[in-house]
């Protein structure tokens, strides 16, 4: 199957900081890139979907100018924390889908952050 | 509200035993997809299920579809311990959009 990378796989980062984290499909193209965050034992919450060269579409209730989507390439999307609060803290994950993918999405191993 | 709801949350079986999980969702779909996810790691495509099928087969996999019910179910045939994961559905509409529910926990004991 299609591979898509995660960096980081862990970040510790101090309260009011940006964190930055790559999804990057190695070997196929998406047009389309989610992102997720799943909090210990729960299911994923789709924050947002990023479309290559435009901007992306927030799911009601994530702020976007705290989780800032970049999707610059049909490879590589980046998500933004930014001035990251103790309540960031979660397992973030990316997928990518579209074009060849199709309506399968191919996830990230995902990353881990932790807010202190 | 959260589509794709699974059922049972948690399931424990003995190596060999048959497991079924279940899902349901609210509105109408695409496709359903089941996904696999070793903890702490990201998801693992298993199977795509479009609206107009019925059941699909993947090798010890099995999946059915019933849009009338708005319900699927997986089926994995003489479990292995390395089943052992949460297994997710997600259920598939416009631009690739996928709503999972809150995944069945599953536990094979050799």
């Known amino acids: 199957g299609a591979v898509v990378s995660q960096h980081p796989s862990w970040v510790i980062c101090k309260s009011g900081t940006s964190v930055k984290i790559e999804c990057r499909s190695l070997d196929f193209q998406a047009t389309t890139m989610f992102w997720y965050r799943q909090f210990p034992k729960q299911s994923l919450m789709l924050m947002a979907t990023s479309n290559e060269g435009s901007k992306a579409t927030y799911e009601q209730g994530v702020e976007k100018d705290k989780f800032l989507i970049n999707h610059a390439s049909l490879t590589l999307s980046t998500l933004t924390v930014t001035s990251a609060h103790p309540e960031d803290s979660s397992f973030y994950i990316c997928?990518?889908?579209?074009?060849?993918?199709?309506?399968?999405?191919?996830f990230g191993p995902g990353t881990r952050l932790l807010v202190l | 509200s959260q589509q794709g709801e699974e059922d049972p949350q948690a399931l424990s079986i003995q190596e060999g035993e048959n497991a079924t999980m279940n899902c349901s969702y609210k509105t109408s779909i695409n496709n359903l997809q089941w996904y696999r996810q070793n903890s702490g790691r990201g998801l693992v495509h298993l199977i795509l299920i479009r609206s107009n099928e019925r059941e699909k087969h993947s090798g010890r996999l099995r999946v059915t579809l019933d849009t009338s019910k708005k319900s699927s179910s997986l089926l994995i045939t003489a479990s292995r311990a390395a089943d052992t994961a949460s297994y997710f559905c997600?259920?598939?509409?416009?631009?690739?959009?996928?709503?999972f529910g809150k995944g069945t926990l599953l536990t094979v004991n050799p």
């Open positions: 997600g259920s598939g509409g416009s631009n690739y959009k996928l709503t």
């Open positions: 997928s990518a889908g579209g074009r060849e993918a199709r309506e399968t999405q191919y």
